[in-house]
C-alpha cells in the first residue's frame, strides 16, 4: 500500500517563528501542529473570492512542504480556516494527507477580522475584494479610516479610496471584470461618476479606450457646472445684528415670491409668540409655500 504523503518532507521542519506565534496567540509558544487536511474546512466569510492559478505554489508545496502554517479553530471535531485558504487548497491539489497549522480559539468576531486583515496585506487582492474587506472592517468593528491605515500600514487616502470602491454595484462590477478593468485608478474614475448611471457612461468610456484620467475629470467638473442651482436669498441689516439666508427649490424667484415667503415665516413666528408648547418645540419650515426649501437666521 503506498504511503500517503504528509505535510513536510521528513527533513524540513514547520516554520512557526516564535515572534509570530507570540503575536498571534499572546503566551510566546509554539502551536503548530499537523491537522488532517480532510478535517479543515474553509471559512464561509473569506472575503477572497478568486484564489487564481495554484499551479505553481502547489508544485512549491510538492517540493518544499507548507512552510508557513495556515490558522484554523476547532469547531467541533474539525477545524474552520482563519488565515491561509489559498495554501490550504493548494495542498489539498498536491495530495497533502496533512498540512501545517496554527490552533487558535478565536470568537466568530475575530475570525471575520483576523481573515480580513490577513487578505488585505496581501499584494494580489483584488481592488473590489480590499475594498469589501475594508469596509467589512469598518462596518463590523467599528473601525475609522485612520486606524484602518494604521493598522495595515496603508496611507489614509488609500483606505478611503479602496472604500469608495466597495460602491461600485454588483451588476458594473461584473462587467469590470469581464473587461479586465482591475486598476484601481480606472475603478475610481467610475466611482467618482456619481450615480449608476454615470459609473456605466464612465465604463463605456473606458472601454472604447477614449477614457484619459484628465478627461474624465474634465467631463465631471463640466456635468456639476451645468447643473442649475437653487435660488438663494441673503440678507444682513446695517447694524449687522444679524443675516437671514433662505434657500429656494428652484432656480428662479421673483421678489413677491420672497415677501410671501417672509410673510409666513412672520406668521410662524406669531404663533409660537402666543403658544409657549409650540414654541418650545422649535420653528417648522413655513408650510404653505412649496418653493421655500429653507430659512436660517443667524
Known sequence: MEKRKRGLPSKTRIRTPAHLVEELTGKGKSVGKLIKADLIEPNPNQPRKDFGDLTELSKSIKQKGVLEPILVKPVGERFRIIAGERRYRAAVQAGLAEIPCIEMDLKDHEIIEVSL????????????????????????????????????????SSVTESINIADIPDDLRTACRSADISSKRLLLQIVRAGSPENMWEVFEQIVKGGASRDKLKADREKKKAGRPRNFSFKFQPSNKSFTLNMSFRKRDVDPQEIISSLEEIIEELRAQATDPDEASRGAKPPAKNQGLESAQLN
Open 117 to 156: 486583515i490577513e487578505n488585505l496585506q496581501r499584494k494580489d487582492l483584488h481592488p473590489f475584494e480590499e475594498g469589501d474587506a475594508l469596509r467589512g472592517l469598518a462596518v463590523e468593528f467599528d473601525y475609522s479610516h485612520e486606524q484602518l491605515s494604521m493598522l495595515l500600514s496603508k496611507s489614509r
